[in-house]
């Protein structure tokens, strides 16, 4: 167990829906990454925040976007999906922002199919 | 732009033998080199890291990996496998100038045959 908690574990959803994946890092983590994984893309890297604060992005798409509260916790937004964006979705923690040296503990990803 | 190869999407070893899997690196200037492993329905686990200094890396599991700058490499090896270490393997690459983002290579698949 990372540490690393994401609700939900699963969801289907329709194409044109919405839907909000949430990412709880570990305790005295500041930094959140978010990650998909399709077969054909791979892990590829979306975004990182950093004690709320957007620090890099990544291929994310423009109907996709994500924020970090206050209690660090992140949600990644995906808007006007289509099938292709059926993946699964990790978040990732880290505790500070090291010049990308850091270790990054990873959640266990919500996988999202869309229909 | 920053880039990493790994090659062998497949890889078979049998129990016991030597698991040699290889991450190549595309940077001018050397980066921070990982390797994480990916059970079955699970997240990524960190096995071992390269920052500065040594450049050979012992992880958890057994697992070790050596930098080798004159060769842009970061191979992961394992004396002797195990059944258990069946799983994916990603060795990511993350630069040193600050810009936060981390690359993965596309995985490697170890089958461990009995």
């Known amino acids: 167990d990372s540490g690393v908690t994401q609700t939900p574990k699963h969801l289907i959803t329709a194409t044109g829906q919405r839907v909000t994946l949430r990412c709880s890092p570990r305790?005295?983590?500041?930094?959140v990454y978010w990650y998909q994984q399709s077969l054909d893309q791979g892990l590829q890297f979306l975004i990182q925040?950093?004690?709320?604060?957007?620090?890099a992005k990544g291929n994310i798409l423009e109907r996709f976007s994500a924020q970090q509260f206050p209690d660090l916790h992140s949600e990644l937004n995906l808007s006007s999906l289509e099938l292709g964006d059926s993946a699964l979705y990790f978040c990732a923690s880290s505790v500070a922002l090291a010049g990308g040296g850091e270790t990054q503990y990873f959640g266990p990803g919500t996988r999202l199919l869309v229909l | 732009a920053q880039s990493v190869t790994q090659l062998g999407s497949h890889v078979s070893v049998s129990e016991g033998a030597l698991v040699l899997l290889r991450c190549n690196y595309s940077?001018?200037?050397?980066?921070?080199l990982f390797w994480y492993v990916q059970y079955p329905n699970q997240g990524l686990q960190l096995l071992l890291k390269?920052?500065?200094?040594?450049?050979l890396v012992k992880g958890i599991n057994g697992f070790e990996a050596e930098f080798k700058k004159s060769e842009t490499s970061f191979h992961l090896t394992k004396p002797s496998a195990h059944m258990s270490d069946a799983a994916e393997y990603f060795c990511?690459?993350?630069?040193?100038?600050?810009?936060?983002?981390?690359?993965f290579g596309t995985g490697t698949r170890l089958k461990v045959l009995a």
């Open positions: 390269y920052t500065t200094g040594a450049t």
């Open positions: 940077s001018s200037v050397p980066p921070y």
């Open positions: 925040y950093y004690n709320g604060e957007e620090r």
């Open positions: 990511a690459v993350s630069d040193r100038s600050g810009t936060y983002k981390y690359i």
């Open positions: 305790s005295g983590d500041l930094s």
